[in-house]
């Protein structure tokens, strides 16, 4: 049997942006445009006070950013669109990188007036390392913004790679007059307003030539001698080269208005790749067989690239996000975990609509789906309803920040260790505990990750904690050839050896110089700043 026709339907991506460039809001209006949500800034909360739909965390909302990856599944010309939106700030990046794993394509969206910032640079660089398709979205056409010709030639310096203009501006900011569609061979003529729709703007074909320069004026001139440099300077759009991460198709637009996001929509369905097939390693007489699974293929298979513990304040729940690879989900169906081996019982499968879950029917290669667990289910593990394979290549980065946690009420010492138990299993923060006892440790890529855990502790486990200074500045998980050898370098460091939240082993060091002189007196041993999730490789040394 084959699913061909249903994955072929499917679009799974990313939309992937420096914080401020508007990347929430346009989130919204995708799903406004398909029909999935009915208002914008919605889900309505009790007290009608209006949070982007895919900001659900207490902290988001008073800070008004995403910290967290969010999930929607919205249908739009008979195609299934699963969108990921992932955190804005930096110091939520490994999360982000997770879920850069789990797509087949990225929306980018870059601030007109700022180009291409710091977090994005990041982002595009994970996703050049996957060959990962990007569509580019300049947003903001509305507010006072620099040349699209300048932005054009910053993305092709950035990303390496060609640009492919879609959609052109006409004017910008006071002078902002619309779009021109080069696929459709019409101007769309712009008007403010946050709650039109796309059927609600004008649209005038490129054959009134008269008309539209009567009306635009030297908005109009400059604009189609831009266009002319540009389309003359770009190659014309291909999709080998676009589907391989070579060219990225260009539009633009005004996200809060509702501008020219009709035409994303569009390009995600017509230019997006389908999912693609995934690596796994096949144990065959205890040994790795690479095999290529198919996303049509009839047995199901799926990674977990997210855990998120109590997205549901009220039921304690904790949600495996799984990015299904092969095959077919239907309820009752039987599942093991590959690394434990064990049976996956989950209480309920759900997809997502942010914070509005629907129980699944049915579900194919390129959906997200959430099993709700109560533990046993970790990041990265491979789901499968029967067949030993293994997914690789889901992510840890060595911290590079270190706290103590010190619980100012120790009544509450069981409540601390679930807390960090699920927050370390879910990757909010990385938790360490020394071998030789005393407080838990924290590592962290970013500064905001220690707030959150400790706003989340308080909230979500009734934790009261206060995160002290430590003397570690780094981590690297480390291996030896023989356990022999691994014994004797425990034995020679006991107080920097701890556990990660995988139980794997890892060194705990106060500067650069400690790894390099543990290295010298100790060759043996494999020091890692990279690890994969447990039971599969640790990376390259270093």
């Given at each position: ?58 902290i ?23 969108l ?6 930096k ?15 990225a ?34 056409m ?92 770009s ?18 637009g ?42 049509e ?27 299904m ?13 590959q ?48 067949a ?11 911290p ?22 699920q ?120």
């Amino acid at each position: 049997m084959t699913y061909a026709h249903e994955t072929r339907r499917r679009r799974t991506f990313a939309i992937i942006s420096h914080p401020d460039a508007g990347k929430t809001t346009l989130t919204e209006k995708l799903l406004l445009f398909s029909g999935a949500i009915q208002i914008a800034g919605s889900v309505k909360a009790r007290k009608a006070s209006r949070h982007a739909t895919s900001d659900w965390m207490e902290i988001e909302k008073q800070r008004g950013i995403s910290v967290a990856s969010s999930v929607m599944q919205m249908l739009y010309r008979e195609h299934v669109i699963n969108l990921l939106d992932t955190p804005g700030h930096k110091d939520f990046s490994e999360d982000t990188y997770r879920v850069l794993t789990a797509v087949d394509s990225a929306l980018m969206v870059i601030d007109a007036a700022n180009g291409v910032e710091a977090q994005t640079r990041r982002l595009i660089e994970v996703c050049r390392q996957r060959d990962t398709p990007i569509i580019t979205f300049v947003n903001k056409m509305d507010r006072e913004v620099r040349d699209p010709l300048d932005i054009l030639d910053e993305v092709e310096r950035e990303l390496g790679m060609p640009c492919v203009p879609m959609t052109w501006p006409v004017g910008q900011g006071k002078l902002f007059g619309g779009i021109v569609n080069l696929r459709t061979q019409a101007m769309t003529v712009f008007d403010s307003g946050s709650e039109r729709l796309p059927q609600d703007f004008e649209t005038i074909p490129l054959t009134e030539q008269a008309q539209l320069a009567e009306r635009f004026g030297l908005e109009w001139q400059s604009a189609m001698d831009s266009m002319e440099l540009a389309t003359g300077a770009s190659p014309a759009f291909d999709e080998v080269a676009f589907l391989a991460g070579k060219q990225t198709p260009v539009f633009f637009g005004s996200g809060v208005n509702n501008f020219g996001v009709m035409e994303v929509l569009d390009a995600l369905v017509d230019l997006a790749p389908a999912p693609k097939p995934r690596t796994s390693n096949l144990i065959v007489n205890k040994q790795p067989v690479v095999k290529e699974i198919q996303p049509e293929d009839s047995a199901f298979s799926g990674v977990v690239f997210k855990v998120q513990a109590n997205m549901d304040a009220n039921h304690r729940d904790r949600i495996a996000f799984v990015r299904m690879a092969s095959g077919k989900y239907a309820p009752g169906m039987k599942l093991k975990v590959q690394r434990t081996g064990k049976e996956l019982r989950p209480t309920s499968v759900v997809t997502f609509l942010s914070q509005r879950r629907e129980a699944v029917d049915e579900a194919y290669a390129g959906d997200i789906i959430g099993f709700t667990t109560h533990g046993g289910v970790q990041l990265g593990d491979t789901i499968t309803d029967g067949a030993n394979l293994q997914f690789t290549g889901l992510p840890f980065f060595a911290p590079e920040l270190f706290m103590t946690v010190i619980l100012k009420n120790p009544l509450r010492t069981k409540q601390l260790q679930t807390g960090l138990d699920q927050l370390g299993e879910e990757g909010a923060i990385q938790v360490f505990k020394p071998e030789i006892g005393g407080p838990m440790l924290l590592g962290a890529v970013g500064q905001l990750q220690f707030e959150v855990v400790q706003h989340r502790l308080k909230a979500e486990y009734d934790c009261d904690v206060r995160l002290e200074g430590c003397q570690y500045t780094g981590a690297r998980w480390i291996t030896a050839d023989t356990p022999a050898e691994l014994r004797e370098f425990t034995n020679a460091y006991p107080q920097r050896m701890s556990l990660d939240a995988a139980g794997t082993l890892a060194y705990l060091c106060t500067s650069p110089y400690d790894v390099r002189l543990a290295q010298e007196r100790f060759p043996k041993i494999h020091f890692h700043p990279l690890r994969e999730h447990a039971g599969l490789s640790l990376g390259s040394a270093g």
